[in-house]
């Protein structure tokens, strides 16, 4: 899906959506994503690049080309494909992004992914009981942060809709709001990390 959505695929796709700044994109993103490929049965991963995260400062984000060639390069798989969807559609909110989506790819069932770093923010997200409402989310394990995974505001507003991790390869096939915390194998790998590893080089 380099540069957009594809243009022909196969109807009733399990097709898991991460979305981000990915400034720079890594090998965390890309092992997260493998992780939903395989305990959530999808047959893709489409990374949603932001031309510009609400919740972040431009100070220090990379162009949006630069990020959006980062995420091509760091791949590394035909299931993982990389999407300037957003930046054609205008939007940099997950919501609405997720509305379009459904809209073009009605047979498809789609997957909020979403890595547990969030989980202190999400609450701050535009709209977001409506992101829950629209499709089901994973929560991907990221330590120490899934300790917040039953006391942040979206885990107490959707408690009884909360799904065992046993049940996680019939999350794409759930009616919203359905949503799970995903554990596996962590990946130390943060783009905050990355970034200052680089201006550490640099001086």
């Known amino acids: 899906m380099s540069g957009g959505a594809p243009r022909v695929r196969p109807p009733g796709r399990k097709v898991g959506l991460l979305g981000g700044s990915f400034n720079p994109a890594h090998e965390g993103h890309r092992h997260i994503s ?3 490929l395989k305990r ?3 047959h893709e991963v489409w990374w949603l690049v932001s031309p510009q995260n609400p919740l ?3 100070a220090g984000m990379a162009t949006f080309d630069a990020r959006l060639a980062s995420a ?3 791949v590394g798989d035909r299931r993982l494909r990389v999407s300037d969807i957003e930046r054609r559609l205008g939007s940099c909110y997950s919501v609405d992004t997720v509305a ?3 809209r073009c790819f009605p047979r498809h069932r789609l997957v909020w992914i979403v890595g547990a770093d969030n989980l202190p923010t999400l ?3 535009r709209r977001w009981p409506a992101l829950f409402r629209a499709l089901p989310v994973a929560v991907i394990d990221r330590w120490p942060y899934s300790r917040y995974a039953s006391v942040v505001k979206p885990a107490k ?3 009884r809709q909360r799904m065992a991790e046993r049940r996680a390869t019939g999350l794409a096939r759930s ?3 359905a949503w799970m915390v995903i554990h596996g194998p962590l990946h130390p790998a943060s783009a905050t990390a990355l970034r200052a590893a680089s201006g550490a080089a640099g001086r």
Do not use: I
């Open 34 to 36: 493998l992780l939903a």
């Open 40 to 42: 959530l049965d999808l």
């Open 56 to 58: 972040k400062p431009r």
């Open 72 to 74: 091509k390069a760091a």
């Open 100 to 102: 379009r989506l459904k």
């Open 123 to 125: 609450a701050e997200w």
């Open 157 to 159: 507003r959707f408690a």
């Open 175 to 177: 009616e919203p709001p």
